[in-house]
């Protein structure tokens, strides 16, 4: 879903963050820059950069509904949170697959956010928004591990300042199809898909990064183990860039066993794709000191390995788009 707005005389000339947040009471500043960077605002069709200057007639589109922008995370004391760490700054939780990490309609509950809200009542006000209290980064619906959120504004802005400037090691296991070449960088931009918002592109044409206004994105590959028909791979996520685990491993040819959305092979018995955020580290924003938290990898990856050892096949979706 997405909105539409007219931009009149009294528009001309005013920076399109600035614009959205005065025209929609419940899109702050922040919020619309931070959907101009994640390439959800366009302009006569094009995507802009949040600094983009308006011209009266202009026709901007907004690919966030209305009532996503109204989601303020609830508590909900009913979601068990499986924390790693915490302290009186910062909190590591062990994510589940199948659990989003926020809300995306206003009353919705059953999230990663719902449940710290509820266990942490400071994290409100805290964070990118009133839908994302106290986390800094984010997790894929079906991606598990360790997921990190701030108990307060200063801590907060510190990890978010480390997380931007490549100093937050996030590290993840990832089962992929063929034999993977260890180890190499994927440098490779990322843009939004035009007219499907499910899936993201990698610009490896600059013409395509400039026209899509893709964001910039490194993956590393650690290390490799062929584990029958598939990789067991460690990969580190230099960026914080949606999707860029998914689409980078996609664009070698290794997608991820159980991601259809990205051409990757179906395994039987996994109902999920295979990417497990494994392990974060990071210097602790008050006192400087090296943190380092570990997630075991879940029961359903460990059987889906061992299933895999044992001679199980990796098998083609038919319905699969193509990925990359």
């Known amino acids: 879903m997405s909105e539409t707005l007219d931009v009149g005389v009294e528009g001309a000339g005013a920076r399109v963050d600035r614009w959205l947040a005065e025209r929609l009471p419940a899109l702050s500043r922040a919020r619309a820059k931070r959907l101009a960077e994640e390439g959800l605002v366009r302009v006569n069709g094009r995507r802009v950069r949040k600094s983009h200057r308006l011209e009266a007639g202009d026709v901007v589109v907004l690919e966030v509904a209305l009532d996503a922008l109204d989601a303020r995370a609830v508590p909900d004391p009913d979601l068990p949170l ?6 009186a700054d910062l909190v590591v939780v062990d994510k589940a697959a199948g659990v989003p990490s926020h809300p995306l309609r206003a009353g919705e509950r059953g999230t990663v956010a719902n449940a710290l809200l509820a266990r942490y009542p400071e994290m409100a006000g ?18 598990s591990g360790a997921l990190l959120a701030a108990r307060g504004a200063e801590a ?9 400037a ?51 994105a490194m993956t590393e590959v650690l290390a490799t183990t062929q584990v029958g028909a598939g990789s067991l791979v460690e990969v580190r996520a230099h960026t914080a860039t949606r999707h860029q685990v998914r689409a980078h491993l996609a664009a070698l040819g290794h997608p991820l066993v159980g991601d259809v959305a990205y051409g990757g092979p179906v395994l039987p018995g996994l109902a999920r794709h295979f990417l497990h955020a494994s392990v974060i580290a990071f210097e602790h924003p008050r006192t400087g000191a090296a943190i380092e938290v570990r997630a075991p990898m879940p029961a359903e990856l460990a059987a889906a390995l061992d299933r895999l050892r044992d001679g199980a096949a990796l098998t083609a979706d038919p319905s699969r788009p193509g990925g990359g």
């Open 126 to 143: 805290v964070g990118y928004s009133d839908r994302e209290p106290g986390l800094v980064h984010r997790l894929d619906v079906d991606t």
């Open 82 to 87: 499986s924390v790693l760490l915490e302290d």
């Open 166 to 216: 490549g100093r937050v090691d996030k590290r993840y296991v990832a089962l992929v199809e063929g034999v993977v070449v260890a180890p190499r960088v994927v440098d490779v931009p990322i843009a939004n898909r035009p007219g499907d918002q499910g899936r993201v592109r990698v610009c490896e044409d600059a013409r395509d990064a400039e026209r899509l206004h893709a964001r910039a």
């Open 156 to 164: 907060f802005e510190r990890l978010r300042a480390a997380l931007r």
